[in-house]
Structures are given as C-alpha cells and as structure tokens.
C-alpha cells in the first residue's frame, strides 16, 4: 500500500495523516476496523483512535487501562508518540495509538463465551481496586444513581411535552408509552430508596475501584488460549461494580427475550468468584427496572436530533415488543437473585 492510498485512509477515517510523523513506525497498510484503524507496520500491528470526549476523559480512561494493567488484568498498552505523550492533539481532538490485541469478540449467546467473560468481569473488578484517578469530575459517580434517575424523569416529562404534538410516528409512540416509562423509573428510584445502594457505595468507594461502563460484546475479546482482554475504556467510570454487573445482564437480556435463567447463571458465575454484597440483588433490579432504552432513544429524537427517525421508530417498536417479556422478568427477577446469592 502506498502512502497516497495510506493517507486517504486515514482521511476517511477522520485523521491527518501528519499524525503518523508523530511516532517512531513505518505504517505499510492500513484499514477500518469497527471505528478504529488498524496499522500495518514493519514492527508490528497497532490501533490507531480518535478520542471524542474531553482531555480530562481521555486522560482518566489512559490511567484507568494503565492500572489494571499494571494489576495483570489483558488491556491494550497505549503506545507513546516521538515526544514521550500519549497522545497526539490536533483540530480540536485526540488521537492516540495502541497495541493491537488479537482474539475475537465474544458472542454472548455462546455460553462458554459468557462464562469466561463473567468470571473474568470479577477478576477484572479486583484488579480495578485502589485506582488514584486524575481529577475528572465527570468521572466520579459514587451514590448518584438515585440523583441520574430524578433527573431523566424530569427530562422524560419535558419531553413528554414535546410528543403531543404528534408530527411524526415516534412522537405519537412515545406520547402513548411515556408514562408507563416514568411510571417503571419511579419503581426503580424507590428501589434504591429501600436499599443498602448508599452503604454499599461508601464500602466500594473506599476501595476506590471503577466500572468498564461499556460491556459490549466487541469490547471483550478471547485469545486462541482463552484469555478474556477488554478494550475501549472511553465510558470507565469510579462506579460500583454492581453497574457493570447489571450493564451486563441487562444487555443479555435484551438479545434473549428476558431468560430469568441466564441472568440467574450470570450472577452464579459472577458470585461464584466473588462474594456479593448484601442486598446487591435489589441494585441490580433498580438499574434493569429503570427503561434506559426508551429514555435513550427519546434523548437521540428529542435532543440530539438525530435524523433516522425510522431507525429510531423501529428501535422503540422493538423495545415495546419486548415489555411482557421484560414484565414477567422482573416479577422474578429479584426474588430469585436473592435466593441464589444466599445460597452462594
């Protein structure tokens, strides 16, 4: 590949391509992979991204990998450029390199895949313990569940406003199904207000670990010797470690029509490495029972304006479709959990 065709590569993905001068490495091919892009070199392969949030983030996320990794725990190594920085700063953004993993991503409905993601998830959260971040303030969520809720009920209700009108078939979805959504985030506010979620996060917060916070199923990789590594820390947050874990089954259940049994075996398989809290069941079922789904795509209509309104309105249709599913589920969901843990 010539350097022509390299820098229109790099181009079409969003980068200059004097950000390559920036580091000691002969690139001799390069190609989107997902929405980075791969780098061919003559002493190897890397990652090249561009980083969307602030410096604060990206610098937070940076210490974030540096420390579990320090811990023994398979993340990518962030590459420094010719300058020793690790990362190159150019038209208002972040660029910055890394050592390619290889392994493929996990598929969730292969159970031995799931197993070994869940066990390593609790190995991944021991080595998480004793993080010193740098000051990030949007990083820190400590006991604020309760406060994020409020506050997307409120915009919830705002837009509820906005969805009378009626201009389009999401409106008028949305204005029909909006106050069951409302409706189910106020169970989950309660909750948490009849929960341990304050004492359990003053414990966590004590330990000062944090949460991957984007559990993704092309973020977790498997080698050939069936090592779990986990990659793109931009989402990591000082949470507790019960977010990931509901993040988790949350979107299992999603792909599997609400199957009580496999989030039952998630939790097994996770407590199985690691003792629970008590009462972290019920923290689980306050993060699934609060619709993150339908607020999200209200918040992508509504405020970001995104414009595939049909790609919204099938979104929505399906997460409506799956609401007797999703019903039944959290009917049992607790009590079974519940069980489960103490018999752990």
Partial sequence: MNNQIIKQELELNGFTYDVLSEYNMEVIDAHQLRKVLRLQTTTGDFVLKKFKLSQKELLYSFAAMSHVKQKGFPVPEVIPNRSGELFVQSNNSHSFMMELLEGREIQYSDKNDLSRTVQSLAIFHEATRGFQPPYCPGKTQWGTWKGHF???????????????????????????????????????????SNSRYQEISLYEKKLNGFCHHDLANHNILIS????????????????IRTHDIASLIL????????????????????????PPHDGEERLIHAMIRFPQDFYELARFYYVEKRNNIQKLETRLIGWLKQQENRKSFLQKFETSAAKLLKAL
């Fill in 251 to 274: 979107r299992n259940m999603k792909d599997s029509c609400w199957d009580l049994e496999k989030a039952l075996f998630i939790l097994k398989t996770y407590y199985g490495a690691t």
């Fill in 224 to 239: 050939d010797s069936q090592q779990i590594a986990l990659i793109d820390f931009d989402y990591a947050i000082s949470d």
């Fill in 150 to 192: 409020i506050e997307r009920i409120k915009e919830m209700q705002i837009w509820k406003a906005a969805s009378e009108k009626q201009e389009t078939i999401f409106d008028q979805m949305y204005a029909k199904h909006v106050d069951f959504a409302i409706k189910e985030a106020l169970f989950a506010v309660r909750l948490l």
